[in-house]
């Protein structure tokens, strides 16, 4: 009976008042319509992950709306930017890294509309997301499937990123395009002292590209004075071009 008690006790243990703060869980109602706004606003008290996505495009929006006119003026600072019109003109700087496969996957079109837009103005990436976004300028990535066996693909010259198929005359293309490009950079470097850092050289590839409708992203980096970076330039297939 003791321990009948103990176990009502716990089920029937009556509740302390939740906060006057506290956040109610509703999610969004789409009997009023699809409003992509209240959508997205919805996501902050659904609950679960999407609360923390919620988190997310709050502070990216916080990111985007800041300007120095938000803080107060410090002591010494300088003349010019003591104006709250001149304040008002500096704004957060930006930074988004992201890895390869987002490059190959259909995320490519979002990142590359961020720095059309000038949205950003430092991407942070590895070789392969560079070299990957070049790749889609000259040839089609399909979908596949995870399961697909790795082996027989490769003995029909294709190559699987998760659920993503990538054909070996993809890799070659990019080659082709690559190695003359890198003859003339070498050929530069020795007769103009020319300095080939990652940044100039994702710059360089990206005025390179002969195609204006390419939605290339070091080309709207080359276009827009956006910076790119990347800390390995050398590795994967622009290595083996070296």
């Not at 659904?46 to 609360?51: E, L, N, P, R, S």
């Not at 496969?101 to 079109?109: E, H, T």
């Not at 190695?179 to 002292?193: C, S, V």
Request: glycine share 8%.
């Amino acid at each position: 009976m003791e321990q009948a008690t103990d176990a009502q006790q716990a089920v029937l243990l009556r509740s302390e008042p939740m906060p006057e703060d506290a956040v109610k869980v509703k999610g969004y109602d789409f009997n009023q319509g699809v409003d992509h706004d209240k959508l997205l606003q919805s996501f902050l008290t659904t609950g679960f992950q999407a609360t923390n996505l919620g988190l997310a495009i709050e502070e990216v929006q916080r990111m985007l709306d800041w300007s120095l006119a938000d803080e107060p003026v410090k002591e010494g600072e300088d003349e010019e930017l003591r104006d709250p019109e001149a304040r008002k003109k500096v704004k957060t700087k930006i930074f988004l890294g992201y890895t390869s496969n987002m490059i190959s996957a259909g995320v490519r079109d979002t990142i590359r509309f961020l720095v059309q837009h000038k949205m950003v103005d430092v991407i942070v990436t590895t070789a392969g997301g560079i070299e990957e976004d070049f790749i889609k300028c000259m040839a089609d990535t399909y979908l596949g499937d995870f399961s697909l066996k790795g082996r027989d693909l490769r003995l029909k010259g294709i190559n699987r990123i998760g659920n993503l198929l990538v054909p070996n005359d993809n890799y070659v293309k990019f080659e082709e395009w690559m190695m003359p490009i890198l003859d003339q950079m070498l050929h530069e470097q020795k007769t103009e002292g020319a300095h080939w850092t990652p940044s100039r050289m994702i710059h360089r590839l990206g005025k390179e590209i002969d195609n204006p409708d390419s939605n290339d992203i070091p080309v709207y980096c080359h276009d827009e004075a956006v910076s790119a970076a990347c800390a390995i330039a050398g590795d994967v297939m622009l290595r083996c071009g070296q």
